[in-house]
């Protein structure tokens, strides 16, 4: 991968580390499912009259739409409502790296090496452990929705490498169209009529920042760069980058909301962390030969 492409990687996983900021502040002011929807809304106009539709069917389009708008989003913006931290929660979506090598390996077929096996199992005993350290009720369930968002992460991954070779910033903009349409129904469903107005009416400029940066910056470059690079090269070249989202998102949170976690939480990301490391880098230390 050129230096380039590695800096735009690397971009975008500091754009998405920072984002869960955004998240935090969003949903103190949103309800999840309207603030998810306002992300798309912005995302798609008026971008839409502007990019030319890619040379994908619409299916492929709904499932993008549907897996990352309203499964990865939609899901992880109600488990930070619901009191998931903002930086604990930049790291546990990264489960996404395994869910999209392990389903690579179940629609494309690209066998998965035995230090992504291995640091897989790492990071899934550091999961374990911050879900015993959250085994007080209420706490729990915006753990497992986080996970939940980090499988629709990955299998959104797939749908963008099943579409190929593309304009991906034209897939981004046009699957954009399709997450406001349940999540607005939800909304409607969940909250009432009255609230979308009232919650529009009352939006500081903290809440519309945060829902520019999510729709501009996180969706449409984060979401483009990333479908464009895994587009062109190997599923595991480019998943392992996410390893850097929780670097700013942690950094981020401690430095902007003021967030800390728990000592056990601490070893239960360290051991996450470590899986993600052995992923990353356990492929070039098994290729090294002996001096």
Avoid at 140 to 165: D, E, H, Q, S, Y
Avoid at 191 to 219: E, N, R, V
Avoid at 228 to 241: D, I
Avoid at 253 to 259: D, I, T
């Amino acid at each position: 991968m050129p230096i380039r492409h590695i800096v735009l990687a690397l971009s975008v996983a500091v754009v998405w580390g920072l984002s869960f900021i955004a998240i935090r502040w969003g949903v103190d002011e949103v309800a999840p499912p309207l603030l998810t929807a306002l992300r798309y809304v912005f995302a798609a106009l008026p971008a839409v009259f502007f990019v030319k539709r890619p040379a994908v069917g619409w299916p492929l389009l709904i499932g993008y739409g549907l897996a990352i708008g309203v499964g990865q989003f939609g899901l992880l913006f109600l488990a930070i409502k619901l009191g998931m931290p903002a930086g604990l929660s930049s790291l546990v979506i990264q489960l996404q790296v395994f869910f999209t090598i392990f389903l690579a390996f179940a629609f494309f077929g690209e066998r998965p090496g035995l230090a992504q096996l291995g640091g897989a199992a790492v990071a899934l005993v550091g999961i374990g452990v911050i879900a015993v350290e959250r085994l007080d009720g209420a706490a729990l369930l915006p753990l497992l929705l986080t996970i939940a968002a980090a499988g629709c992460w990955g299998l959104g991954n797939m749908v963008g490498k099943a579409a190929g070779r593309i304009d991906m910033l034209g897939f981004v903009v046009w699957s954009a169209l399709i997450p406001p349409i349940p999540l607005l129904l939800a909304s409607l469903l969940l909250d009432g009529p009255g609230a979308i107005p009232l919650a529009l009416s009352h939006l500081t400029i903290k809440g519309i920042g945060s829902i520019a940066f999510m729709a501009y910056i996180a969706t449409l470059f984060g979401f483009g760069a990333w479908a464009w690079l895994l587009s062109r090269y190997n599923t595991g070249q480019v998943a392992p980058f996410a390893l850097f989202v929780p670097v700013a998102g942690i950094a981020g949170a401690a430095l902007f909301l003021g967030e800390a976690i728990t000592e056990v939480e601490i070893i239960g990301s360290v051991l996450v962390f470590g899986g993600l490391l052995i992923n990353v880098f356990g492929p070039r230390l098994r290729r090294r030969k002996p001096a």
